[in-house]
């Protein structure tokens, strides 16, 4: 079974910019997941989606960032404009359902922003 | 105050020797308490989970809950380079749901 997809692996750009990042759960999974992981921190869960519709995006900078899960399969999260702070990795991950079952992440998208 | 606390180490131990990850957390509501493994430039994949109080043994692993003082534990026996990586507990209210709470994670380091 392949794992969940994401791309690019690294981006690096300067302030200001606009970035976008791109997951393909595993097929089948109807539940995705972006979270930020600050080095040297934990995961924070950004936005959760079920199928297409977004089920939690209340830690999501809305000022900044959106997500989009077009016919609830592929989904893409765009940071603009992009702040030092947002120098992250960006992991997706999905699961079968929400509840009672496991997530599973992807490799995740390094970002720095200088 | 963070919702859940772990201590970032390093740490680093011999190879054989057992191993001990702590996590505290402050949410009554948290009934799920996972540990995930975390290799260098990788995802994290699920370790172990289990449910309200009580242990889970898994091969040379087991996860130890206290709810009532709100501690968690992962225990290596027999620890391998292989086990070399970043460990986070995290926490929910369901499983598999929803927003995972995660600890700052620990890296951990087996000297053959």
């Known amino acids: 079974e392949a794992g969940v997809a994401q791309s690019p692996r690294y981006k690096i750009i300067e302030k200001r910019q606009s970035v976008a990042f791109w997951c393909n759960p595993i097929?089948?999974?109807?539940?995705l997941y972006w979270y930020q992981q600050i080095l040297g921190q934990g995961p924070k869960l950004l936005i959760q989606?079920?199928?297409?519709?977004?089920?939690?995006d209340s830690q999501l900078p809305k000022d900044r960032f959106s997500a989009e899960r077009l016919k609830g399969v592929d989904s893409t999260l765009k940071i603009q404009p992009a702040k030092l702070e947002d120098s992250a990795v960006y992991l997706c991950?999905?699961?079968?359902?929400?509840?009672?079952?496991?997530?599973?992440f992807g490799q995740g998208t390094r970002l720095t922003v200088v | 105050q963070k919702e859940v606390e772990q201590d970032p180490g390093p740490l680093s131990v011999p190879e054989g020797a057992i191993v001990s990850l702590n996590c505290t957390y402050s949410?009554?509501?948290?009934?799920?308490f996972m540990w995930y493994r975390q290799y260098s430039r990788k995802g994290p994949e699920l370790l172990m989970y289990?449910?309200?109080?009580g242990n889970k043994e898994d091969g040379r692993f087991t996860a130890q809950v206290d709810k009532s003082s709100k501690y968690i534990s992962l225990f290596i026996r027999d620890s391998q380079p292989s086990d070399s990586a970043t460990y986070l507990c995290?926490?929910?209210?369901?499983?598999?749901?929803?927003?995972?709470?995660f600890g700052t994670g620990t890296r951990l380091t087996i000297i053959p």
């Open positions: 991950a999905s699961s079968k359902r929400t509840g009672n079952t496991e997530a599973f």
């Open positions: 097929s089948g999974h109807a539940t």
């Open positions: 989606f079920q199928n297409n519709g977004v089920v939690d």
């Open positions: 949410n009554s509501a948290f009934q799920y």
């Open positions: 289990t449910y309200s109080s």
């Open positions: 995290a926490t929910a209210e369901d499983f598999g749901n929803e927003k995972l709470t």
